[in-house]
Nanobody
């Protein structure tokens, strides 16, 4: 089993920046995919970005050019740098990881609120 612990959420004004971080409880497991999802109020949880162990990245269109995902394979951590934040980015953000046995792990979620 792997626990994921997130940090870095908060309140920011439109146009501001936040950095989310997520650390896995074990560094001795290969996580082929790590990423971030979000659930906006009244909506389903959706993928924001993910990154493979080979550092290939994928972003949803609405965050391209504003968000950057990165990871440290040795530590099993994944970060999400969020710039030029918009009110529509307001959501609970969840860290996600998948191992090579296709087990799926989730963090507890961290609130990001973009408001003036």
């Amino acid at each position: 089993q792997v626990q994921l612990v997130e940090s870095g959420g908060g309140l920011v004004q439109p146009g501001g920046s936040l950095r989310l971080s997520c650390a896995a409880s074990r560094s001795n497991i290969s996580l082929y995919l790590m990423g971030w999802y979000r659930r906006a109020p009244g909506k389903q949880r959706v993928l924001v970005a993910h990154i493979t162990e080979r550092l290939n990245t994928h972003y949803i269109d609405s965050v391209k050019g504003r968000f950057t995902i990165s990871r440290d394979n040795a530590k099993n951590t994944v970060d999400l740098q969020m710039n030029a934040l918009k009110p529509e980015d307001t959501a609970v953000y969840y860290c996600n990881a998948k191992d090579y046995d296709l087990d799926n792990y989730w963090g507890q979620g961290t609130q990001v609120t973009v408001s003036s």
